[in-house]
Protein backbone atom coordinates (compact mmCIF):
# COMPACT_ATOMS: atom_id res chain seq x y z
CA UNK A 1 0.00 0.00 0.00
CA UNK A 2 1.33 3.37 -1.39
CA UNK A 3 -1.44 5.88 0.08
CA UNK A 4 -5.26 5.15 1.91
CA UNK A 5 -8.11 7.39 2.20
CA UNK A 6 -10.84 6.42 4.03
CA UNK A 7 -14.14 7.50 4.45
CA UNK A 8 -12.88 11.34 3.70
CA UNK A 9 -15.08 13.94 4.31
CA UNK A 10 -14.70 17.59 3.03
CA UNK A 11 -16.38 20.96 2.84
CA UNK A 12 -15.77 24.04 1.85
CA UNK A 13 -18.59 26.61 3.78
CA UNK A 14 -22.06 24.94 2.84
CA UNK A 15 -20.36 22.68 -0.23
CA UNK A 16 -19.96 19.60 0.38
CA UNK A 17 -17.29 17.97 -1.85
CA UNK A 18 -16.83 14.72 -0.67
CA UNK A 19 -18.93 12.69 1.47
CA UNK A 20 -17.47 9.53 2.92
CA UNK A 21 -14.73 9.12 -0.79
CA UNK A 22 -12.51 6.05 -0.28
CA UNK A 23 -8.95 5.47 -2.23
CA UNK A 24 -6.28 3.04 -2.05
CA UNK A 25 -3.17 2.91 -4.70
CA UNK A 26 -0.93 -0.06 -4.19
CA UNK A 27 2.46 -0.56 -5.98
CA UNK A 28 2.72 -0.23 -9.59
CA UNK A 29 -0.98 0.45 -10.51
CA UNK A 30 -1.60 2.90 -13.13
CA UNK A 31 -5.14 4.83 -11.80
CA UNK A 32 -7.15 7.05 -13.62
CA UNK A 33 -9.45 9.47 -11.69
CA UNK A 34 -12.57 10.90 -13.33
CA UNK A 35 -16.03 12.83 -12.32
CA UNK A 36 -17.74 15.99 -13.26
CA UNK A 37 -15.85 19.32 -13.04
CA UNK A 38 -16.40 20.25 -9.02
CA UNK A 39 -16.65 16.49 -7.95
CA UNK A 40 -13.68 16.48 -6.07
CA UNK A 41 -11.02 14.95 -8.26
CA UNK A 42 -8.10 17.89 -7.06
CA UNK A 43 -9.10 17.85 -3.67
CA UNK A 44 -8.76 14.63 -3.00
CA UNK A 45 -5.66 14.93 -5.03
CA UNK A 46 -4.36 17.65 -2.50
CA UNK A 47 -5.13 15.23 0.31
CA UNK A 48 -3.36 12.80 -1.05
CA UNK A 49 -0.04 15.53 -0.86
CA UNK A 50 -1.13 16.67 2.44
CA UNK A 51 -1.68 20.03 1.17
CA UNK A 52 -5.37 19.63 2.36
CA UNK A 53 -6.97 17.75 5.44
CA UNK A 54 -10.16 16.13 5.36
CA UNK A 55 -13.33 17.36 8.33
CA UNK A 56 -13.80 13.22 9.02
CA UNK A 57 -12.09 10.04 7.81
CA UNK A 58 -8.58 9.02 7.58
CA UNK A 59 -5.52 9.67 5.15
CA UNK A 60 -2.49 7.02 5.64
CA UNK A 61 0.71 7.00 3.64
CA UNK A 62 3.57 4.84 3.33
CA UNK A 63 5.95 5.64 5.32
CA UNK A 64 8.79 7.28 3.51
CA UNK A 65 6.23 7.79 0.64
CA UNK A 66 7.87 10.35 -2.40
CA UNK A 67 4.84 11.68 -3.98
CA UNK A 68 5.12 13.47 -7.21
CA UNK A 69 2.31 16.14 -7.85
CA UNK A 70 1.98 17.94 -11.06
CA UNK A 71 1.37 21.58 -10.21
CA UNK A 72 -0.45 23.55 -12.92
CA UNK A 73 2.30 26.68 -12.04
CA UNK A 74 5.62 25.12 -12.18
CA UNK A 75 8.78 27.47 -11.10
CA UNK A 76 12.07 27.25 -12.15
CA UNK A 77 15.32 28.80 -10.31
CA UNK A 78 16.26 31.80 -11.99
CA UNK A 79 18.70 31.69 -14.97
CA UNK A 80 18.28 27.60 -15.39
CA UNK A 81 18.15 26.47 -18.96
CA UNK A 82 15.43 23.75 -20.12
CA UNK A 83 18.69 21.05 -20.15
CA UNK A 84 19.75 22.09 -16.87
CA UNK A 85 16.25 22.15 -15.24
CA UNK A 86 15.55 18.70 -16.85
CA UNK A 87 19.00 17.30 -15.19
CA UNK A 88 18.06 18.82 -11.94
CA UNK A 89 15.72 15.87 -11.55
CA UNK A 90 19.31 13.52 -10.80
CA UNK A 91 20.58 16.14 -8.21
CA UNK A 92 21.89 13.16 -5.95
CA UNK A 93 23.73 11.60 -9.25
CA UNK A 94 24.97 14.63 -10.27
CA UNK A 95 26.80 15.38 -6.58
CA UNK A 96 27.87 11.40 -6.76
CA UNK A 97 29.49 12.59 -10.41
CA UNK A 98 31.12 15.86 -9.12
CA UNK A 99 32.61 13.90 -6.13
CA UNK A 100 34.12 11.45 -8.68
CA UNK A 101 36.05 13.93 -10.57
CA UNK A 102 37.54 15.66 -7.59
CA UNK A 103 39.09 12.16 -6.35
CA UNK A 104 40.29 11.58 -9.81
CA UNK A 105 42.03 14.78 -9.77
CA UNK A 106 43.17 13.85 -6.27
CA UNK A 107 44.00 9.79 -7.34
CA UNK A 108 46.52 11.51 -10.15
CA UNK A 109 48.57 13.56 -7.48
CA UNK A 110 49.23 10.12 -5.80
CA UNK A 111 48.11 11.39 -2.60
CA UNK A 112 49.72 9.99 0.89
CA UNK A 113 45.93 8.61 1.44
CA UNK A 114 45.59 7.40 -2.07
CA UNK A 115 43.94 3.90 -0.33
CA UNK A 116 41.49 5.75 0.99
CA UNK A 117 40.81 8.03 -1.74
CA UNK A 118 40.47 4.28 -4.06
CA UNK A 119 38.05 2.93 -1.74
CA UNK A 120 35.78 5.59 -1.79
CA UNK A 121 35.68 6.32 -5.50
CA UNK A 122 35.00 2.42 -5.59
CA UNK A 123 32.36 3.20 -3.12
CA UNK A 124 31.31 6.10 -5.39
CA UNK A 125 31.38 4.10 -8.74
CA UNK A 126 29.25 1.80 -7.45
CA UNK A 127 26.38 4.14 -6.42
CA UNK A 128 26.56 5.73 -9.23
CA UNK A 129 25.69 2.72 -11.48
CA UNK A 130 23.15 1.09 -9.30
CA UNK A 131 21.42 4.85 -9.13
CA UNK A 132 21.53 4.76 -13.44
CA UNK A 133 24.48 7.24 -13.27
CA UNK A 134 25.26 6.12 -16.65
CA UNK A 135 21.96 6.64 -18.27
CA UNK A 136 20.51 9.72 -16.72
CA UNK A 137 21.55 11.74 -19.29
CA UNK A 138 20.49 9.66 -22.19
CA UNK A 139 17.59 9.68 -20.48
CA UNK A 140 16.35 13.24 -19.96
CA UNK A 141 17.23 13.95 -23.45
CA UNK A 142 14.76 11.40 -24.66
CA UNK A 143 11.70 12.41 -22.29
CA UNK A 144 12.92 16.13 -23.51
CA UNK A 145 12.58 15.25 -27.17
CA UNK A 146 9.06 12.94 -26.60
CA UNK A 147 7.67 16.41 -24.78
CA UNK A 148 8.36 18.65 -27.79
CA UNK A 149 11.66 20.69 -26.80
CA UNK A 150 13.84 20.11 -29.68
CA UNK A 151 17.67 20.47 -29.07
CA UNK A 152 17.56 23.57 -30.01
CA UNK A 153 15.78 25.15 -27.02
CA UNK A 154 17.41 23.51 -24.33
CA UNK A 155 19.76 26.43 -24.20
CA UNK A 156 17.09 28.31 -23.65
CA UNK A 157 16.78 29.73 -19.75
CA UNK A 158 13.30 28.84 -18.41
CA UNK A 159 12.26 32.17 -17.62
CA UNK A 160 11.88 32.86 -21.83
CA UNK A 161 9.65 29.70 -21.92
CA UNK A 162 5.77 30.30 -22.24
CA UNK A 163 3.44 29.10 -19.80
CA UNK A 164 2.66 26.31 -21.25
CA UNK A 165 6.20 25.30 -22.26
CA UNK A 166 7.08 25.49 -18.19
CA UNK A 167 4.73 22.98 -17.42
CA UNK A 168 5.55 20.93 -20.35
CA UNK A 169 9.20 21.23 -18.62
CA UNK A 170 7.63 20.59 -15.04
CA UNK A 171 6.06 17.32 -16.18
CA UNK A 172 9.67 16.43 -18.11
CA UNK A 173 11.48 16.95 -14.57
CA UNK A 174 8.29 15.20 -12.61
CA UNK A 175 8.83 11.85 -14.90
CA UNK A 176 12.68 11.68 -14.16
CA UNK A 177 11.93 12.07 -10.88
CA UNK A 178 10.42 8.76 -10.84
CA UNK A 179 8.47 9.39 -7.60
CA UNK A 180 6.55 6.11 -5.78
CA UNK A 181 3.41 7.70 -6.90
CA UNK A 182 2.97 9.84 -9.65
CA UNK A 183 0.03 12.19 -9.09
CA UNK A 184 -1.28 13.94 -13.00
CA UNK A 185 -3.82 16.62 -12.61
CA UNK A 186 -4.70 16.52 -16.50
CA UNK A 187 -1.35 16.44 -18.17
CA UNK A 188 -2.24 15.77 -21.68
CA UNK A 189 -2.90 20.04 -21.63
CA UNK A 190 -0.46 22.49 -23.46
CA UNK A 191 0.75 19.09 -25.32
CA UNK A 192 0.36 18.76 -28.93
CA UNK A 193 -0.52 14.93 -30.72
CA UNK A 194 2.83 13.89 -31.24
CA UNK A 195 3.76 15.11 -27.11
CA UNK A 196 0.38 13.16 -25.99
CA UNK A 197 1.22 9.91 -28.13
CA UNK A 198 4.84 9.85 -26.47
CA UNK A 199 3.25 10.25 -23.44
CA UNK A 200 1.24 7.74 -23.68
CA UNK A 201 3.52 4.94 -24.46
CA UNK A 202 5.94 6.47 -22.05
CA UNK A 203 3.31 6.00 -18.98
CA UNK A 204 1.98 2.86 -20.90
CA UNK A 205 5.04 1.10 -19.95
CA UNK A 206 6.17 3.10 -16.60
CA UNK A 207 6.79 0.77 -13.42
CA UNK A 208 5.82 2.87 -10.55
CA UNK A 209 2.43 4.04 -9.83
CA UNK A 210 0.75 7.08 -10.63
CA UNK A 211 -2.96 8.51 -10.49
CA UNK A 212 -4.31 10.82 -13.46
CA UNK A 213 -7.22 13.37 -13.81
CA UNK A 214 -8.04 13.61 -17.35
CA UNK A 215 -10.93 14.42 -19.45
CA UNK A 216 -8.87 12.12 -22.71
CA UNK A 217 -11.01 9.59 -22.40
CA UNK A 218 -8.36 7.97 -25.11
CA UNK A 219 -5.47 8.88 -23.39
CA UNK A 220 -6.92 6.83 -20.16
CA UNK A 221 -7.86 4.48 -22.26
CA UNK A 222 -4.10 3.78 -23.34
CA UNK A 223 -2.80 4.38 -19.87
CA UNK A 224 -4.72 2.99 -16.85
CA UNK A 225 -5.98 -0.58 -15.46
CA UNK A 226 -8.19 0.84 -13.22
CA UNK A 227 -10.59 3.43 -12.99
CA UNK A 228 -12.17 5.27 -10.07
CA UNK A 229 -15.43 7.89 -10.45
CA UNK A 230 -15.83 9.90 -8.31
CA UNK A 231 -20.04 11.24 -7.87
CA UNK A 232 -21.59 13.11 -5.50
CA UNK A 233 -18.95 13.01 -3.06
CA UNK A 234 -18.20 9.39 -2.90
CA UNK A 235 -16.12 6.98 -5.32
CA UNK A 236 -16.30 3.92 -6.92
CA UNK A 237 -13.52 1.44 -8.60
CA UNK A 238 -13.48 0.12 -11.80
CA UNK A 239 -10.87 -2.47 -12.82
CA UNK A 240 -9.87 -2.46 -16.26
CA UNK A 241 -9.57 0.95 -18.60
CA UNK A 242 -11.85 3.75 -19.34
CA UNK A 243 -13.83 1.94 -22.20
CA UNK A 244 -14.00 -0.90 -19.27
CA UNK A 245 -15.58 1.45 -16.59
CA UNK A 246 -18.18 2.45 -18.88
Given at each position: MLFRLSDVYKSYGSQDVLRGASLQVNPGEHVGLVGRN????????RMIGGEETPDRGDVVRARG???????????????VTVHEAALAAFKNLQEIEHEMHALE???AEAPEDLDAVLERYSHLQHEF???GGFEYAAKAEAILLGLGF???TWSLET???SGGQQNRLGLARLLLAEPDVLLLDE????????????LEEFLASYKPAYVIISHDRYFLD??????VEIELGRTASYTGNYSDYL
Open positions: GAGKTTLFLNLGLLEQHVHFEEGHRMERQGREEKLPTNHLDVNAVEWRCCTRI
